[in-house]
C-alpha cells in the first residue's frame, strides 16, 4: 500500500478498525448539511479525501464512485459525511491487498458506461461512470455527477455514454502510436445497459424526444458514424460501469472486481 494512504489510515483509523466488505456506500444517501459542517470543522476531511482520490488514480476504481460523492462536501462535511469517508478508509485498508491483474490473450479494448438517475439528493443530477478494459483489466475509469439535470434515464445514458466516448477516441489514438495492439483500427465497443441510449446514439438527426439534450453530447453520434466507437447492448448485470455510480450487492460487487481484474494476492496466487 502507498505510503500516503497508509499515513493517512495511520492518522484517521483505530488500529484495530475493522473495513466494511463493500467499498460503496449502503445507506441513504448524503447531502448539504451546513448545521453539523459546524460541528465538524477540524475534523481532517479533506486530508483524507486527498488520500482516498490517491488510491482511486492509481489502482482501487471500485472506490470511485464513493470518492466522487464524499469530495463533494470538503466545505460542509458534517458527522455523517466523516463517518462516510472512514468506512472509505476502512474498506481500503481491509482490502490492501488487491491489485490489478491482466491476462495474456489477445489485447481488446473495451469499454462500459452506465449512468444512475437524479441520483444527487442536493439539485437531482445524475452520475456517470465508465471503464475500459484492456486484456481482462481495467485501464480507465471515471466516476462523476453531470452537469446539466436530465429528465429520463435514457438521456442520463446517453451523456454518460458521450463521456465514455470520448475517453475511447483518446485512448485510440494513444494505443495506435503504440503500435502494439492490432485490433485498435478497429471501432471501440462501449457497451451500454440502456436501449434508448443506443439508438439514440446511432441516429443520424435529433427528434422530438432528444432535440432538447445539449448539443456537445451529439458528439457521440459522429463518433459512432466515423468508425472510433461502436455502441453495443449489455445486460445490467454485466455492466462493469455499474460499480462506479451506485451502491452495490455484495455478489454484483465481487462480480465486477473480477470483471475489472481487480483481485486479492490470496486469491491469484
Known amino acids: 500500500m502507498n505510503a500516503t494512504l497508509s499515513e493517512s489510515l495511520h492518522r484517521t483509523l483505530d488500529a484495530h478498525s475493522r473495513g466494511p466488505r463493500l467499498g460503496t456506500f449502503q445507506t441513504q444517501p448524503l447531502a448539504v448539511d451546513l448545521m453539523t459542517a459546524i460541528q465538524c470543522a477540524n475534523i481532517p476531511y479533506t486530508s483524507a479525501v486527498g488520500s482516498i482520490q490517491y488510491a482511486v488514480q492509481c489502482t482501487r476504481p471500485d472506490v470511485a464512485y464513493a470518492l466522487s460523492v464524499t469530495s463533494r462536501y470538503q466545505t460542509c462535511a458534517g458527522e455523517a459525511y466523516w463517518s462516510a469517508v472512514k468506512s472509505i478508509l476502512k474498506y481500503l485498508k481491509r482490502t490492501k491487498d488487491m491489485f490489478l491483474i491482466y491476462g495474456d490473450g489477445e489485447l481488446i479494448l473495451e469499454g462500459f458506461s452506465d449512468a444512475s438517475f437524479q441520483s444527487d439528493d442536493d439539485d437531482a443530477k445524475s452520475q456517470s461512470s465508465f471503464v475500459f478494459n484492456l486484456n481482462g483489466g ?66 443520424l438527426r435529433s427528434h422530438h424526444r432528444s432535440k432538447h439534450i445539449l448539443r456537445r453530447y451529439h458528439l457521440l453520434r459522429e463518433m459512432v458514424s466515423r468508425g472510433d466507437c461502436r455502441m453495443d447492448r449489455v445486460s445490467s448485470a454485466e455492466n462493469t460501469a455499474d460499480l462506479l455510480n451506485k451502491p452495490m450487492s455484495q455478489v454484483a460487487h465481487t462480480q465486477h472486481l473480477d470483471n475489472m481484474g481487480l483481485r486479492s494476492m490470496g486469491d491469484w496466487l
Do not use: H, R
Request: aromatic share 8%; with cysteine.
Open 138 to 203: 481495467v485501464v480507465a475509469w471515471k466516476s462523476s455527477k453531470q452537469d446539466t439535470t436530465v429528465n429520463s434515464t435514457t438521456e442520463a445514458e446517453y451523456i454518460a455514454a458521450s463521456e465514455a466516448a470520448k475517453e475511447a477516441v483518446w485512448m485510440k489514438n494513444y494505443i495506435q502510436e503504440l503500435v502494439v495492439v492490432p485490433s485498435i483500427a478497429e471501432p471501440v465497443v462501449i457497451f451500454c445497459d440502456n436501449n434508448g441510449a443506443v439508438a439514440q446514439a446511432k441516429e
